[in-house]
């Protein structure tokens, strides 16, 4: 059997992968301490459960809207409103099964062959293969430790063409933490204005800032901008809601509108009850993100200090999201009994065997110099992996 082109392209999500041999590990007895995870280890707020169960009660479980029910959106419209200074008509969102799956559907109503997508490393995984899953071609802008993994406008425009569509951009940022001030965030939409081009603009981890950092929107800079921007967001991260699969697109009508269609064709509407819990998630008490970002944010900085405690190892001070990205190549060219490491990959695998524990190669993320640490898992296991990382760099000759 041959399968199509597109699917040569891709493989599955590097991160998933870890996780699931990292689990399949402990399975099996070994005491694994994963730093793998892509998901907050805090449950899903008891009212936000409650509102599900109140849907299923009630026989809220047939089919909806394929764009999401009308309370969802408005709940959408005012948080977007009141949280990002955005104005939003029903028709400008759409609901979807994740922030991944909102992402998709841009990735199909707009890149199309031959499209130039710019797209900063190290980059969230899936970027690049969503990219290519619709015959478009990523364009990598590398970026640098020292500027703190940010693009510059310099930078920007040695990358643009003629055939630039769209620029991803994902601040907070998954796997580097880093998130952009509104300065920054100012000349990149003066330069997605001046030469035309779109941003996804993926905020999924706006919530998740520390050190007083203030999370602002691209497409809050004016009309102008705005136009030219889908907004993606969803509940995963900021409510621990990442298996209730609800995400969302906000953008000019006549994207969603294709997003939209898309959409119908392929998994129609998301599930009817995790879009009541949703609403609850939006409507409700809004405490427990508080209450998670401390816990989170006491982990960060203990695990900021003790990997550039260690020797060989830095890292830039995250200001979002739940992730650190220490730079690892002093160990590259070193030895364990006899076995070379030459990449991420051979970090992550003689650390999984070595010192029991689970992190993520940069080489997933388009930088081969760095592992990532996800700090969503509880302090005990952090100083613990933190030591045996520690105790088995320090083996390496
Ligand atoms: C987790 C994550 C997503 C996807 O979130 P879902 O809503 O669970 O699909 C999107 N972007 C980034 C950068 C993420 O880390």
Known sequence: MRFSKKTNAIGPSPTLAIDAKAKSLKAGGVDIISFGVGEPDFDTPQNIKEAAIKAIRDGFTKYTPVAGIEDLKSAIIDKLKKENGLDYEKNEIIVSCGAKHSLYNVAEALYDVGDEILLPSPYWVSYPD?????SAVPVIIKTDEKNSFKITPELLKAHLSKKTKALILNSPSNPTGLAYDKKSLEA???LAVKHDFYIVSDEIYEKLVYDGFEHISIASFGD???KRTIVINGLSKSFAMTGWRIGFAAGPKDIIEAMTNIQSQSTSNPASISQKAAVEAYR???DFIHTMNIEFDKRRLYMFERLNKMKGVSCIRPV???YAFPDVSYYFDKNFKGSRINSSMDLTSYLLEEAKVAVVPG???GDDRYIRLSYATSMTNIEKGL????DALSKLQ
């Open 224 to 226: 102008e901008i705005k």
């Open 188 to 190: 990149i939409a003066e």
């Open 284 to 286: 409700g008490p809004q």
């Open 387 to 390: 030591d045996r990382i520690e």
């Open 130 to 134: 969503q990219i290519m899953l619709n």
């Open 320 to 322: 979002g999201a739940f």
């Open 363 to 365: 080489s997933a993320f």
